[in-house]
């Protein structure tokens, strides 16, 4: 921590009572540092301790107490606040340790002027009890109970579990098993405290339970009165059960006096087992205006300003931030009236500041600030309501800007539109030189064969087909690379092989054969199957390509028949000169079909298998 800074924490309490305890210590510096508690939301504690001998707390209200220890003890400070809305800033200086804690039950430790109070810790006391510890885990507020026994008192106390759960107070165990009585039979406890101002506020909180097991013959009655006038009661105790009593208008004067007096019909004296005392400070100062905090705020962490810049902007009076004036009011909250933001290296668009009405000075010289000034600034500057500094030349008015932004329209427009027709045009060629290219170029997806070669193969298969069907042991001629090297091998083998040995290298040769006539027939079926062309290649192409296949095919064999169909297959084949050819195979073609077509083809040829033919011709068609 920086020696000498403030440490400021922002909490979003939970609605009722939150309790916020704050340590630090410092006993290598012999100085006094600054605490200051100031927020508006519901009654709270703080608690401090430090081991300094002089200790100044700034409290809400412009109120403050020193303490000056000269034994440099441990010193014990609580304040119980109580404000407006849900929303708590506390600071303290020098070097601080500082944990937020457990919420309060709200309906605990109320004053006459409710959240319109502070209530600071004046005394509190573990009655009975002769414990050298003051601090009890049970204690869910985490209070400090000092241990306190007259010497006129006697001591009592109990093992037995007490019911706490009907006292929001929540008195630790420790405290509330443990009593004091008078002694000698005498009627009356009493506790007395003086003042040095008599216009100080005091409240004050008895805790009290019954740890002594009654007689039928017994009772136990009270009553308390303050200086001699009646206060509370007259009150009856529950055996183990814990009960608070509290003053419901405050205590005024120099000196006070507590009697906790036993009532004529009771049969034994009156008991206390703990007491709190606190003085109450009226709230004087408010938070700063809301619409101004979240503006200023909202400029904080836009602009990431390292300025110490923590806590309520404008409170207290004598801590507001820096670079920033409030002007004060008793009966209203604080609103902005002065920033000074000059110097902090600030980047981007000046902040429109609406919120900001009280607003009369403004300064953001030397910073980086571009673009235009906020229209409501400059008004409020044109109009003389508010003193606006800048002397960055990035900046403009709203007037001079948009003059900027006319001049550039008519440039960037056009620019823009040019810009965009150059890259349209640069596309549209790259597609047209790639059209281009790939009609020129041919389709090797296609697998299309000229019309002779498709004769070629048609006619070369079924030759060799009805060789398998007239003769199976001629497949080997089908395979002319293998056949020869094949049975050179297996004749030498043969001679050395058993019988098993044969049959497997014969189930072999099946196998090859079979891949044969395999081979053969897909021959087949290419030699007549046109293929799927794509549609974007297929209207181009069509025509042109079908109408050079024919020609090409007549031309070679001489041949120029007309229009011929034959009906040996489920779809039909039309060749012409002009109009586009489509063969479509679904099952593959018989040998007799094959034989037709090769006659028609090629009528001289006599190497063709003869088989009946079932073809209808028809004249050309011109």
Not at 574 to 590: A, C, F, G, I, Y
Not at 604 to 618: C, D, E, F, Q, S
């Amino acid at each position: 921590m920086p020696f000498g800074g403030n440490i400021c924490i922002y909490i979003i309490a939970p609605r009722g009572f939150t309790k916020l305890r704050f340590s630090h210590r410092n006993s290598y510096e012999r100085i006094g540092s600054t605490l200051s508690a100031y927020g508006q939301f519901s009654p709270l504690f703080l608690l401090v301790w430090r081991e300094v001998k002089r200790v100044s707390a700034y409290l809400i209200g412009g109120w403050q107490q020193e303490y000056d220890d000269g034994d440099e003890e441990q010193v014990i400070w609580l304040q119980l606040h109580q404000a407006h809305v849900l929303d708590l800033y506390c600071c303290m200086g020098l070097r601080t340790w500082a944990t937020p804690n457990r919420p309060v039950n709200k309906s605990i430790y109320a004053t006459e002027n409710g959240q319109f109070d502070s209530l600071v810790l004046f005394e509190r006391l573990n009655v009975g009890s002769s414990n050298s510890s003051n601090r009890y885990r049970d204690d869910i507020y985490d209070r400090i109970w000092p241990s306190y026994l007259k010497p006129t008192w006697d001591q009592i106390n109990t093992s037995m579990s007490i019911n706490t759960n009907q006292n929001g107070y929540k008195a630790p165990f420790e405290v509330i098993r443990t009593a004091a009585r008078p002694k000698n039979g005498t009627n009356s406890l009493e506790l007395t405290w003086v003042s040095s101002d008599a216009n100080d506020q005091f409240y004050i909180f008895l805790y009290f339970a019954e740890v002594e097991v009654l007689q039928r013959n017994q009772t136990r009655n009270f009553s308390i009165s303050w200086n001699g006038s009646p206060l509370l009661g007259p009150f009856s105790l529950r055996y183990l059960y814990a009960a608070t009593l509290a003053n419901p208008k405050a205590l005024l004067g120099n000196n006070h006096r507590i009697s906790i007096n036993k009532t004529d019909d009771s049969t034994l004296p009156p008991i206390l087992n703990a007491v709190e005392i606190y003085k109450a400070i009226p709230v004087k100062e408010f938070l700063t205006n809301a619409e101004d905090a979240n503006a200023i705020y909202s400029v904080k962490s836009a602009y990431r300003i390292g300025k110490n810049w923590a806590a309520d902007p404008c409170g207290p009076k004598n801590l507001s931030w820096e670079g920033l004036a409030c002007n004060y009011s008793n009966s209203a909250p604080p609103r902005i009236i002065h920033l000074d933001l000059s110097n902090n290296s600030l980047s981007g668009p000046i902040p429109t500041l609406d919120q900001l009405k009280f607003l009369k000075f403004l300064n953001l010289k030397g910073n980086q600030l571009s673009g235009s000034i906020p229209e409501a600034l400059m008004k409020r500057s044109q109009e003389g309501s508010l003193a606006l500094s800048v002397d960055n030349q990035n900046l403009c008015g709203s007037d001079s800007c948009k003059g900027k932004k006319n001049v550039l329209v008519p440039i960037i427009v056009p620019l823009s539109v040019a810009l965009a027709l150059l890259i349209a045009l640069i596309f549209l060629l790259k597609w047209r030189r790639k059209r281009i290219a790939e009609r020129d170029q041919p389709d090797k997806s296609s697998h299309i064969l000229s019309w002779e070669l498709r004769l070629r193969i048609a006619i070369d298969s079924a030759q060799e087909i009805s060789l398998l069907a007239d003769k199976p042991r001629n497949v080997v001629s089908l395979c002319k690379v293998e056949r020869d090297d094949w049975l050179k091998k297996q004749r030498e083998r043969g001679k050395k092989m058993n019988k098993a040995k044969v049959f497997k290298l014969a189930k072999g040769f099946r196998g090859r054969a079979k891949n044969c006539i395999r081979i053969a027939r897909e021959r087949v079926e290419k030699a007549l199957q046109y293929s799927y062309r794509d549609r974007r290649n297929k209207k181009r192409d069509m025509r042109s390509l079908w109408i050079q296949r024919i020609n090409a095919g007549t031309r070679i064999h001489s041949v120029n028949y007309g229009n011929f169909m034959h009906g040996l297959m489920k779809e039909n084949i039309q060749l012409n000169r002009k109009v586009l050819s489509e063969v479509s195979m679904h099952e593959p073609l018989s040998f007799k079909a094959l034989v037709d077509i090769s006659r028609n083809a090629f009528p001289g040829n006599k190497n063709v298998v003869h088989a009946p033919r079932k073809m209808i011709l028809t004249k050309p068609v011109i």
